[in-house]
C-alpha cells in the first residue's frame, strides 16, 4: 500500500490538529483540502482529484456541525454531511482506497441509561443526526472498505467549540447558565487525529489491520455540560465567573439534543490496541495550548 493520504475538511478542528501531528511522521505522505481547494459534493471534482492524487487513504474530516443551524439550512447540511461521504466513498472504491470517515454522537436519540455500542439503534433526533446518520448510510450502500468514527462533544485549540466559547464568555460575564441533564463525554480533536494516525499507519504497515465497520472514539469518562464548563474554568483558573445549572427546559435550543450519548469505546481500543485518556487529563493538556 502506498502511503498517500487525502484529508478533506482540513481547517477544521480536526484536520488542523492532523495536520499538526503528521509532522512526526515524515513517511507518510499528507494532502489537505478544504472546500477552496477540493468540492467533495461534485463527484467529477472528486473524481478528477483522486484520479490525479491516487490516495491510500481518504479521511473525511468534512462536516456541517452547527447543530441550530441545521434546522433552517436542511438541503445545504444533506448536501455536505450526507452527499458528500457518498461522493467520497464513490470514488475510493474506484481507485481501491480506503476510507475513514468521522460521524457523531447525534444519530442517538439519547434515551439509553448506559453507553452506546456500534450496535444500538440509531434514532436521531435533529437535522443534524439525520444527515449524520444518513451520510453513513450512504457510504454503506456504495462500498464496504469504509471505517466510520462516531465522536462526541468534539473540542481543541482550533475554530469554535465549547471550551473557547466559555473561556471567552466566563470573562465577560459574572453568571453563565449552562445546561446540567445532558450528558456527554467530551473529546479532544488532538486525542481523535492521534488514534486516526495510529490506524493509518497499522493499515498502512499491514492491510490485513485495516477493520472496516462502525467505531466510537471520545475520551474516556462522561460529565454534564454544566460539569465540563466547571472543570474548564476550575483549570483555567477564572474565578471571576460564577456557573449557574439551568435544566434543558430552562435553556431551550432551536435543535434537540440527546440528554444522554455517551459512547462505549471498547471497540476500537480492542481492535487497534488505541489507549484512550481520560476527558479531564486532556482538557488539562488542550487549556495548556490554549492562551487564556
Same mark, same amino acid.
Given at each position: 500500500?502506498?502511503?498517500?493520504?487525502?484529508v478533506?475538511?482540513?481547517?477544521?478542528?480536526?484536520?488542523?490538529?492532523?495536520?499538526?501531528?503528521?509532522?512526526?511522521?515524515?513517511?507518510?505522505?499528507?494532502i489537505?483540502?478544504?472546500?477552496?481547494?477540493l468540492?467533495?459534493?461534485?463527484?467529477?471534482?472528486?473524481?478528477?482529484?483522486?484520479?490525479?492524487?491516487?490516495?491510500?487513504?481518504?479521511?473525511?474530516?468534512?462536516?456541517? &456541525?452547527?447543530?441550530?443551524?441545521? *434546522?433552517?439550512?436542511v438541503?445545504? +447540511? =444533506?448536501? !455536505?454531511? #450526507?452527499l @458528500?461521504?457518498?461522493?467520497?466513498?464513490?470514488?475510493?472504491?474506484?481507485?481501491?482506497?480506503?476510507?475513514?470517515?468521522?460521524?457523531?454522537?447525534?444519530?442517538?436519540?439519547?434515551?439509553?441509561?448506559?453507553?452506546?455500542?456500534?450496535?444500538?439503534?440509531?434514532?436521531?433526533?435533529?437535522?443534524?443526526?439525520n444527515?449524520?446518520?444518513?451520510?453513513?448510510?450512504?457510504i454503506?450502500?456504495?462500498?464496504?472498505?469504509?471505517?466510520?468514527?462516531? &465522536?462526541?462533544?468534539?473540542?481543541? *485549540?482550533?475554530?469554535?467549540?465549547? +471550551? =473557547?466559547? !466559555?473561556? #471567552?464568555? @466566563?470573562?465577560?460575564?459574572?453568571?453563565?447558565?449552562?445546561?446540567?441533564?445532558?450528558?456527554?463525554?467530551?473529546?479532544?480533536?488532538?486525542?481523535?487525529?492521534?488514534?486516526?494516525?495510529?490506524?493509518?499507519?497499522?493499515?498502512?504497515?499491514?492491510?490485513?489491520?485495516?477493520?472496516?465497520?462502525?467505531?466510537?472514539?471520545s475520551?474516556?469518562g462522561?460529565?454534564?455540560?454544566?460539569?465540563?464548563?466547571?472543570?474548564?474554568?476550575?483549570?483555567?483558573?477564572?474565578?471571576?465567573?460564577?456557573?449557574?445549572?439551568?435544566?434543558?427546559?430552562?435553556?431551550?435550543?432551536?435543535?434537540?439534543?440527546?440528554?444522554?450519548?455517551?459512547?462505549?469505546?471498547?471497540?476500537v481500543?480492542?481492535?487497534?490496541?488505541?489507549?484512550?485518556?481520560?476527558?479531564?487529563?486532556?482538557?488539562?493538556?488542550?487549556l495548556?495550548?490554549?492562551?487564556?
Open positions: 500500500m502506498n502511503s498517500k493520504i487525502l478533506t475538511g482540513a481547517n477544521g478542528q480536526l484536520g488542523n490538529e492532523i495536520r499538526r501531528i503528521c509532522r512526526n511522521f515524515p513517511g507518510l505522505e499528507f489537505f483540502t478544504d472546500v477552496d481547494m468540492d467533495i459534493t461534485n463527484p467529477d471534482a472528486v473524481s478528477v482529484f483522486m484520479e490525479a492524487s491516487r490516495p491510500a487513504i481518504v479521511v473525511n474530516c468534512a462536516a456541517y &456541525t452547527n447543530v441550530d443551524a441545521a *434546522e433552517e439550512n438541503k445545504n +447540511v =444533506r448536501k !455536505i454531511n #450526507s @458528500a461521504p457518498q461522493v467520497l466513498a464513490a470514488a475510493c472504491a474506484m481507485q481501491d482506497a480506503f476510507l475513514i470517515h468521522i460521524s457523531t454522537d447525534y444519530v442517538f436519540d439519547g434515551e439509553a441509561t448506559e453507553p452506546y455500542s456500534e450496535d444500538d439503534e440509531t434514532n436521531p433526533i435533529s437535522v443534524y443526526g444527515s449524520k446518520l444518513e451520510g453513513e448510510e450512504k454503506r450502500t456504495v462500498f464496504d472498505n469504509y471505517l466510520i468514527i462516531r &465522536t462526541s462533544w468534539m473540542y481543541s *485549540e482550533f475554530g469554535h467549540n465549547f +471550551v =473557547r466559547t !466559555i473561556i #471567552s464568555l @466566563a470573562k465577560e460575564r459574572e453568571t453563565l447558565e449552562i445546561v446540567n441533564d445532558q450528558f456527554g463525554s467530551p473529546t479532544y480533536a488532538r486525542d481523535l487525529a492521534n488514534c486516526i494516525i495510529d490506524i493509518i499507519i497499522k493499515s498502512i504497515l499491514n492491510p490485513k489491520a485495516y477493520l472496516p465497520g462502525v467505531y466510537h472514539y475520551n474516556q462522561s460529565c454534564s455540560w454544566f460539569e465540563f464548563a466547571q472543570e474548564i474554568l476550575d483549570i483555567a483558573g477564572i474565578k471571576s465567573c460564577k456557573l449557574i445549572p439551568v435544566s434543558s427546559e430552562q435553556f431551550p435550543s432551536v435543535a434537540k439534543r440527546p440528554r444522554y450519548s455517551v459512547l462505549d469505546t471498547s471497540k481500543r480492542q481492535s487497534f490496541g488505541i489507549g484512550i485518556p481520560n476527558w479531564r487529563d486532556s482538557l488539562r493538556e488542550c495548556s495550548s490554549i492562551r487564556i
